[in-house]
C-alpha cells in the first residue's frame, strides 16, 4: 500500500460513517464485561434489527470512557450521550426513545459532568469513539497519517528535534525526557536496534495502560513505529501482562490488521522502512516492568533487573541498542507529530509538558480512568474530578504512585502534580495510580500492605531491598501487634532511607515511600499504636482476634 | 516449541503455552522442556518459579481468585478472603482437602473502579460483599 491508498481508506470510512444517523458505542472493556457488556451489546443488536435500522444506525464495541463504577456504560453519538449502568432491558428502551423518537432517555443518562469538566485527553482521545478491532476507524479519525508525515516528509533528525521540542518525559514513572533517550539511541552505531513498549503495568490499582491498549492499540503501534523510524530499529516488542488477556488478544488482532495494511512489517508504505513487531507476555512480576528486568525477561530469564550503566540505549536486548518506552509516552507521539512540539509544550507546566492518565480509585465517589493535564493540583483530582470520599466518611490521605508511592495528606492537596513536587513530597508519579483513602484505614496496616508487596516481588538480588524490606516489614508487624518501642520508628526511618539509596533498581529504591511518608505526615499513628496499644482507625488489633479466632 | 524454533530465549513464551494446556507445571513437564530446548532443568525451574502467573499444584475443580490489589485492599478484600478461608476451610494458595475448590491471590486485576472483585471459575464479581461471594461459591459446590 502506499500513502494515498491510506487516506482512500480514511475517506471510505468517514463516508460509510456519514450514512449513519446514529451511532452506538457500546464499551466492552475489561471495566464494563464484567458486568455484562456482552449481553448488553447482543440487545442493542438485535433491538436494531427487530426494528429495521440497520440502516439508521450503528451499534460498535469499543473501549473505555473512564467512568469505569457505573458500567456498563453506553454512548449514542451524535451529543455524545453517555449511558450509564445499562442492561439488556434498558438497550431496548434506549433504542425506542432515543434512536426512534429522538428522545435521549433521561433517567439512564450519565449525569456527573464534573468527571469530565477538568479532564484533557490526548492519549486517551479515541478511547470509547472507535472500534479497536477496525482499523478503519483508527485512520478515519486521522491515525497513522503522523507515521505518513514521517516517513513521506520527516528525516529521523526531525522526528527527534520535534519531539525534544514537546518536552514529553517518559509515562513509565521516572520521567526522563523522551527525546533525549531517543537520541541517545540514534547515536549507537551497533545493529540491530529495538524498540521496546512496555505494557507491563504491574502496580496493582492501575489500569492505564490496559485502557489503552484495549481502546486504541494502534495509537500505541503508530507511535512505536514512529520512535523505530527516528532511531533506526527495525523490530520492536510489546511486552504485556499476561494477566490482561483482552489487551493481549486486541493488540494481537491490531497487529495483524496494520500488518495487512503495511503499516509495518517489509517496506513500509513502500518506501525503505522495514519495523516489525512481535507481542511477549509477562507472568506476574511486577519487577519485570524495570526497563532492565523487562529485557531479561524478553529473553527469557529471570526478570532480574541489573546494574546501569550501560543503559538499554546502549547495550539492551541482546546486548543491542534498545529504546524502551511505556505505551503511554508511546501514543503522545503521533499527536505530537501531527501538530508539532511546540503546540504540545503549552500543554501542562513548562518543565512538565502535555498530561498524565491516573487510575483514580479507594475511597472515591468517582473511580475512574482519568487524563488531565499536568499541574493539575491533587484536589481538583481528588474532590473535582473524583467527586470526593463517600458520604459520612473522612478524608485521610491519597496514595500516589503505586505500591511504591507515598501516602499525603491533606495539607498536601493543593501540591501541582508534576515529577518534581511529588517527588519532593516523597511520593512518585509512578505509573499513575491515585488511590484515596479514608479514616476507616490504618496507615500503619496501609504501609505494612504495601512493603508486603514489595517483600513478595522483590527478586532478591540485592541485599538492601531483599532483606531491609523484610526486616522493615517484620517491624511493621511488631508495632501492629502492639509490642512496639518508639526507637522503632527511628530505625524504620533509617532502615528506610538506606534502602532507598542503595538498591540496585527502582523497585528497592521506591519500595520505603510508603513507610517513609507515613511516618512523615502520620506519625501519631505510629506512636498511638506503640503508646496507647491502640489502632486510631480500629483495624490492626481488631485483625490480631480475627487470625486467632480461625 | 517447534513454532518458536526451540530457541532458548522463548523459554518464557513457551512456558506459557504449556501452562495454558495443563494448568500447572509438574516435574515431567519441566523436564520435557529442558531436554527438548537444551537448557538446565534448574534454570526452567528458576525462571517458572521466579514468576506468580505459574502454579506447581493442580488447581482445585472450582477456582477462587480473590484481587489483593490496592483498591480491592482499601475496600475490603481482607475481610472477604478470611471469611471464605473460614468457611470453607482453605488456606490462601492452597485447595481444600477434597479437591474442590482453590483459593488463589492474585496482584489486580485491572478492574478497580469495581473493588473489591473476587473471580470465581473465570467470572469477575465485581463490588463484592462477603455475603454474595459466600453465597455464590456455595452454590457452586453444591451443584
Redesign the interface.
Known sequence: MKPEDILKVAEEEVERQKSYKYRINVCCS??C???GALRVLKAFEEAIKEFGLQRKCKVSRTGCVGT??V?PVVIVEPGSYLYQGVTPEKAREIVKSHIISGEPLKETLYTNEAFFRKQLRLVLRNAGKIDPLRIEEYIAVGGYSALIKCLTKMTSKEVIDEVIASGLRGRGGAGFPTGQKWNFVVREKNTPKYVIANLD???????AN?TLAEADPHAIIEGMAIAAYAVGAEKGYIYIR???PLAVQTLREALKQAKFMNLIGKNILETQFNFDIEL???????VAGEETGILA???????MPRPRPPYPATSGLWGKPTLIQNVETLANIPVIILNGGNWFAKIGTPKCTGTKCF?L???VNN???IEVPMGITLREIVFDIGGGVPSGRKFKAV?VG??SGGCLPESLLDLPIDYESLTKAGAIMGSG?I?V?DDE?CMVD?AW??TD?CVDES?GKCVPCRVGLLKMRNILERIMRGEGRLEDLDILADLGEYVRDVSLCGLGQTAPNPILTTLRYFRDEYVAHIIDKKCPAGKCFK?EE?IK?? | MRGHGYERSALLEILHAAHELYGYFDKDLLEYISGRLNLPLSHVYGVASFYNLFKFRRPGEHVISACMGTACYVRGAEEIVSAIEKEFNVKRGGSTLDGKLSLFITRCIGACAMAPNITLDNEVIGKATKEVVLERIRKVLGG
Open positions: 475489561s471495566g464485561l464484567p458486568f469505569c463504577s458500567g503495568e504491574g502496580d496493582p490499582g492501575v489500569f490496559r499476561a494477566e490482561y511477549r507476555m509477562g507472568a506476574g512480576a511486577f525477561s524478553i529473553e527469557g530469564r529471570r526478570a487510575s480509585t479507594g475511597k473511580p475512574g480512568l496514595l503505586g505500591p495510580g488511590v483513602i484505614s496501609t500492605f504495601f508487596f527478586c485483625q480475627v479466632e480461625a
